[in-house]
């Protein structure tokens, strides 16, 4: 069955970098488009980045342009997202997720997310 | 930047009784709508799509309606599963967009 497992969250210092982490099973990962979403504590869901199938063509949204890369390594079935520059805006539960097909920009499958924590 | 906003914010009901949860879009999104459901502690889950497409293994009692600007999840009898947070989500235009959310709570 599919399944989405996040790592790499954790406490981080404004301006240090972290990368996120995405195991996918039960698919291939080259076959999907995948995103990012992220949710701040007792906030709502914030989409954050987005690589079509195949690894080709990224977008981010504009709070994360410049700062966030989206990527993946298709032999380990692995997606990423490298983040510099954290700000404390940016703490949030990250999650990664699957599009449902078909070239429809919709969330079928979802990680359980990882907490990142921007702090000094 | 297309805006979602949710109505009501929190919508307070009883088991058995019919939930309607209301989406609306700054500009058309023919019917580019997604809902999704969220309990505490968890990751969405994909109801619905398209604006009335149910998603893989979502009950009937889950429907959606609406394009253009105006979208409407049902929930026809309330299970006690169901109260949970909701939020839409378009992707007719990029940036991705969610709403806000409608808490449902039992009454």
């Known amino acids: 069955q599919v399944q989405l497992v996040e790592s790499g969250g954790g406490v981080v210092q404004p301006g240090g970098s972290l990368r996120l982490s995405c195991a996918a099973s039960?698919?291939?990962?080259?076959?999907?488009?995948v995103h990012w979403v992220r949710q701040a504590p007792g906030k709502g869901l914030e989409w954050v980045a987005f690589?079509?199938?195949?690894?080709?063509?990224?977008l981010y949204a504009d709070s994360v342009r410049g700062r966030f890369t989206i990527s993946r390594d298709n032999s380990k079935n692995t997606l990423y997202l490298q983040m510099t520059s954290l700000r404390p805006d940016d703490t949030a539960v990250y999650y990664c997720?699957?599009?449902?097909?078909?070239?429809?920009?919709?969330?079928?499958?979802w990680g359980q997310g990882t907490l990142v924590t921007v702090s000094s | 930047d297309i805006v979602l906003t949710q109505s009501p914010a929190t919508l307070s009901l009883s088991p058995g009784e019919r939930a309607t949860l209301s989406c609306r879009a700054t500009?058309?999104?023919?019917?580019?709508l997604a809902w999704y459901q969220q309990k505490p502690g968890q990751a969405p889950r994909l109801l619905i799509y398209e604006a009335s497409d149910r998603a893989t293994g979502i009950p009937a009692r889950f429907s959606g309606s609406g394009s253009g600007t105006d979208f409407t999840l049902t929930i026809s009898s309330l299970e006690p599963e169901d109260f949970a947070f909701y939020y839409c989500?378009?992707?007719?235009?990029?940036?991705?967009?969610f709403g806000g959310g409608t808490k449902v709570e039992i009454k």
């Open positions: 989500q378009q992707r007719n235009n990029w940036p991705l967009t």
């Open positions: 690589q079509r199938f195949e690894g080709s063509n990224e």
């Open positions: 500009q058309s999104i023919s019917t580019h």
């Open positions: 997720a699957k599009e449902i097909g078909g070239g429809y920009h919709y969330l079928e499958y």
């Open positions: 039960g698919f291939t990962l080259n076959d999907y488009g």
